[in-house]
């Protein structure tokens, strides 16, 4: 449906926040060039310095591109103009075979031009598919039919998704590693001979090899006490913080949802552009295990996007009811759900390093206990679209009208 025009100070702020995402996305691109250029007058190597720059500029002017386009329909609102619907059809069978095609394909594309030293440059669009293709076809999966409001309220949720979700994301994590260190530092220095011996371990690694390094690292790394501290960082502060961050751009718009499917629908807008965001970045530094590094992208987009999707849906449920209930229902399902796909992967990687770190006695129990947290995650991978989709499917048969069927 179309608003009626008019100025508006959420407009404004919109207008006034993408055009200082847009300058950091700038100055971000220009520093990281800078220093390409400068790794590169010294190591003379190009791959090793330049190509990472490329891909990290691409991240920042996809993320610009969309950035703007929700900055422009926030000029257009301010300039008195109609603001049209947003509207998705749903995911065909053959949309949908097409774009996880596509996806594998780039991605293969990507890692066989990246090992070729003269056809490396040519990756880079195939990195921007492999990242991108998956996001697009899961948010047509969790929001087509479904009513997302104006174009501006759709554009502006996704470009927070990307800025406003992360930045308070790392800004709230951070703060809990500080905190964390600090308790460490202070048990530390409770006792003369503990800090003595971090002191001496400190002066070790700086003259260490990576054989060396791990020998010494192996004992700490291998310490229950360094899992549980894993579990309560990463399955539980981490969700927390990440999943409160991405509610907020549907909680902007809490007074205008009109139903609870258009809850979810912003949910998992705000989903996809966190995951994309994070995809674009981590997946931005090429290696030998670059295929695997997009793949799993792919997975934590969808993760990121069912999580939000539950939020925003308990979100546009305690619009309608005016009860809270069921927002913080949905909001612990989500954070259950992410604390649960985070503690495989810390389970996972604590089991294999002491299955590396075990010698000539290797550890059965930590390998299986690997395979299993592996497994276990596959199958949440494969669940999160599935889930989605069904989340959608019943939200559509629940709307008192048909869902919107063109495109955003």
């Known amino acids: 449906m179309n608003k009626a025009p008019g100025r508006d100070l959420g407009a404004i702020l919109l207008a006034g926040f993408s055009a200082l995402a847009i300058l950091l996305m700038l100055a971000g691109g220009a520093i990281t060039l800078a220093s390409g250029i400068a790794d590169w007058q010294q190591t003379h190597d190009a791959a090793t310095s330049l190509l990472p720059v490329s891909l990290y500029l691409a991240a920042f002017l996809l993320a610009t591109v969309l950035i703007a386009r929700a900055g422009w329909l926030a000029l257009r609102r301010i300039q008195n103009k109609p603001s049209q619907a947003a509207r998705f059809q749903p995911l065909s069978i053959w949309l949908g075979t097409a774009l996880v095609g596509g996806w ?67 800004l709230g994590e951070g703060m809990a590693a500080l905190a964390a260190l600090i308790a460490i530092g202070i048990f530390a220095g409770l006792d003369p001979g503990r800090l003595a011996a971090i002191q001496a371990l400190g002066e070790q690694l700086k003259h260490a090899t990576q054989e060396e390094a791990l020998t010494l690292l192996g004992p700490i790394l291998v310490n229950p006490l360094v899992l549980v501290g894993g579990l309560f960082f990463l399955s539980l502060v981490t969700p927390l913080v990440e999943e409160t961050a991405k509610s907020l751009p549907v909680w902007l718009a809490w007074r205008k949802l009109a139903t609870p499917a258009q809850g979810f629908a912003l949910g998992a807008l705000s989903g996809a552009g966190f995951g994309l965001m994070e995809g674009l970045f981590i997946s931005a530094n090429p290696g030998v295990t670059w295929g695997i590094t997009l793949t799993v992208r792919a997975a934590s987009s969808a993760m990121h996007i069912l999580t939000a999707g539950l939020v925003g849906w308990g979100i546009g449920l305690a619009a309608r009811q005016k009860r809270v209930a069921p927002a913080l229902g949905r909001y612990a399902l989500g954070v259950a759900i992410h604390g649960t796909w985070n503690a495989c992967v810390v389970i996972m990687v604590y089991a294999s390093g002491r299955t590396l770190l075990s010698g000539g006695n290797p550890d059965i129990a930590a390998a299986l206990i690997a395979l299993s947290a592996l497994c276990f995650l596959g199958l949440l991978v494969l669940c999160a679209p599935v889930v989605l989709w069904i989340i959608n499917h019943r939200l559509r048969k629940s709307l008192p009208f048909p869902g919107w069927v063109a495109d955003l």
């Open 104 to 170: 594998i394909l780039s991605i293969v594309i990507a890692v066989v031009l990246y090992q070729k030293p003269t056809l490396q440059w040519f990756s880079l669009p195939f990195y921007l598919l492999a990242i991108s293709l998956p996001v697009y076809a899961l948010v047509r999966i969790a929001a087509g039919g479904l009513e997302l409001g104006s174009k501006l309220r759709a554009w502006g949720t996704l470009s927070a998704g990307m800025t406003l979700a992360p930045f308070l994301s790392a």
